[in-house]
């Protein structure tokens, strides 16, 4: 800091030069330095706005882990509540496979029971019997069925083939269709008699066999839809302790960037009083002494040029459930004085930027407005000229001022809603320029839709303003 202790009276000219000299250089001194104090306020708001954005992601981001862990809940809970409803129905499944399985061994032990011999099947003797065991049939659980096909050497008419339940198809020589059709009359014979054999409902303890299982399976899901919402209590208190950790972090560097700021404020406020003590020392010096020439005039003017007015301080937020207060004239508080600005511990309104954007559907009026405004709404030949180009810069007019309260509201600084009230008043201009168009063209003239365009258009211009002005209060 510039010391400016106040001198013994000066007598001689230099030493009163001298002096003013001292006092203009360190007013500009003190000037120049609080000259910094509007940047520093305008990078703290930054900073604010900055730490607010932060705050609302951390909420967002908490937000949404509760969300994953009540959304993961629910489809475990939904998920053992349906394996639970389904178990009867699996045991039921499981005692009819279970039962089909024990007919399907009873009707093959019965099968390869039933041998082939040459009293069972007419037509067909012991030679024949034996050429069949020699190639792997002799009880009807060898062969399914019989086809025809081409002889295997290729020569002669077709042949008939047996099928065998494991492996290839075979021919023999001798059996056709007088006697293929005996021999699968036979199997069916044995397979129907097979089928009234083999068991109809499972064994008592086969039975108790897939109880014990299903009963097992449900104390199972039972346990583990009873941990659903322990372990659904175990994240969520997880996300909390995240969270909570998360704002601790948050408002550590908050308190520490706001004393950091409230210092820096402390400088300048002790700067502001000592150059105001400065300016009284240097007015009271002028008027001991008098002016002491254009040199010195020049060099006191410049340092008592006024310092660029501070943007309104705006305390740090500590809530984030605070609503977002708009970064403008309208919305700022008053600058407080430097004895009553609050301490970083206090609450206020957050100077946040809303995360309302003005939709891409407002290009739809601009480019309407734009096209009227080059092609003219609904002119024709005994249109006159003045309302051809009234009506086309008010088209103009309309699209410009859309477009200025569009843009804006598009960045991500100064994202916001389009004002209360746009909507209607566009749409009442248009309507209204339809409404002037009939009425300048001889066919729509002596009708009654131009005036009730112009009521509705005159109608919807009123609400518009109405909500305008309502929404400014």
């Not at 120049?32 to 604010?48: K, V």
């Not at 859309?402 to 994202?415: G, V």
Request: hydrophobic share 40%; glycine share 8%.
């Amino acid at each position: 800091m510039i010391d400016s202790t106040t001198p013994l009276q000066a007598t001689d000219p230099a030493e009163t030069r001298a002096e003013r000299r001292r006092l203009v250089e360190s007013v500009g001194a003190h000037r120049r330095l609080l000259a910094a104090r509007r940047p520093f306020e305008l990078a703290d708001r930054r900073r604010l706005n900055r730490e607010a954005g932060e705050r609302t992601r951390a909420q967002a981001r908490h937000g949404k882990a509760l969300q994953r862990v009540h959304e993961k809940r629910t489809r475990k809970e939904r998920s053992l509540a349906a394996q639970l409803d389904g178990l009867d129905g699996k045991r039921a499944g499981q005692e009819r496979r279970a039962l089909a399985v024990l007919r399907r061994e009873s009707i093959e032990r019965s099968l390869r029971g039933t041998r082939l011999t040459a009293s069972e099947v007419n037509g067909i003797g012991s030679g024949l019997v034996r050429d069949l065991a020699a190639q792997g049939i002799g009880t009807a659980a060898d062969f399914k069925r019989v086809s025809w096909g081409k002889a295997p050497n290729g020569r002669g008419g077709d042949v008939l083939y047996i099928h065998r339940t494991q492996g290839r198809k075979v021919h023999i020589n001798g059996i056709g269709e007088h006697r293929g059709r005996p021999l699968m009359e036979w199997r069916r014979a044995a397979v129907a008699r097979a089928e009234a054999r083999a068991p109809q409902e499972l064994p008592p303890d086969e039975r108790h066999r897939i109880e014990e299982i299903i009963q097992n399976e449900r104390v199972r899901l039972q346990a583990e839809l009873a941990e659903v919402p322990k372990t659904a209590g175990a994240a969520r208190a997880e996300a909390e302790q995240l969270h909570a950790e998360r704002l601790a972090d948050l408002t550590r560097a908050e308190r520490e960037a706001g004393e950091e700021a409230a210092r820096r404020r402390a400088e300048f406020d002790e700067m502001a009083e000592r150059l105001l003590a400065l300016r009284a020392e240097l007015a009271a010096h002028v008027e001991r002494y008098g002016d002491l020439g254009f040199r010195e005039r020049r060099a006191r003017s410049r340092a008592l040029r006024p310092v660029p007015a501070a943007p309104p301080v705006i305390p740090s937020p500590r809530a984030p459930e605070a609503k977002p207060v708009r970064e403008d004239a309208e919305s700022v508080e008053a600058p407080q004085a430097s004895g009553d600005r609050a301490g970083p511990a206090e609450s206020f309104a957050v100077p946040h930027v809303s995360g309302i954007r003005a939709g891409l559907g407002w290009l739809a009026p601009v480019a309407l407005f734009g096209m009227t405004a080059l092609l003219g709404a609904g002119e024709t030949d005994a249109t006159p000229l003045w309302f051809v180009v009234a009506g086309r810069l008010v088209a103009l007019a309309t699209a410009v001022e859309l477009l200025r309260l569009w843009i804006p509201r598009r960045r991500w600084r100064t994202a916001d809603g389009m004002p209360p009230g746009t909507g209607f008043l566009a749409s009442g201009v248009f309507l209204g320029l339809v409404a002037a168009g009939m009425f300048t063209d001889p066919l729509y003239a002596d009708e009654g839709v131009p005036w009730a365009l112009a009521v509705v258009s005159a109608l919807l211009v009123v609400a518009g303003a109405a909500r305008r002005a309502g929404a400014s209060r």
